[in-house]
């Protein structure tokens, strides 16, 4: 009987409430949407900078640019950056790019206690991402800003 209740209760509380359901529902759909989008709009050629907002260490702080000719890929700091090491970085050592932002949102979708989401209207990539876990520090803000077209399909 003690077994039934506790597993009773635990189903309960581990279960997500029904608004947070209704919430990653639209979350989902509304991503979907603009991955859509993003797919039937995506120029050829583009560039963007990306900044990140974490606690994170400095190089993963500085915005960067990131351009995307023909399937290429190509990243880099306006100015050098110094790593922890003392080492000069001409790079962010893990660069996010438009796919990317959209795989993080499939994940955190799921499992973040918070995620803000804003689009971009003409082309429907994620243009800012605020994600809230559980732990007070653990907070990532992601915002993709400048985008400029260098060649239409």
Known sequence: MI???????AYIFLLPAPEQLVN???LLDEL????????SQRPVSFRYVVHRTCSCSRAALEP?????QRGFKTVSFAV???SESGETLTSPPNPMWIENLF???????LDASKLVVAYDESFGFPSIIDIQHDAADDYIRYEVRDFEVLEYR
């Open 103 to 109: 795989g993080l949102l499939d994940h955190s979708a």
């Open 32 to 39: 979907q949407a603009n991955r859509d989008k993003w797919a």
């Open 3 to 9: 077994l039934i209740f506790f597993v009773s209760a």
């Open 80 to 82: 050098p950056v110094e």
């Open 24 to 26: 990653q529902e639209q």
């Open 64 to 68: 960067f640019l990131a351009t995307e």
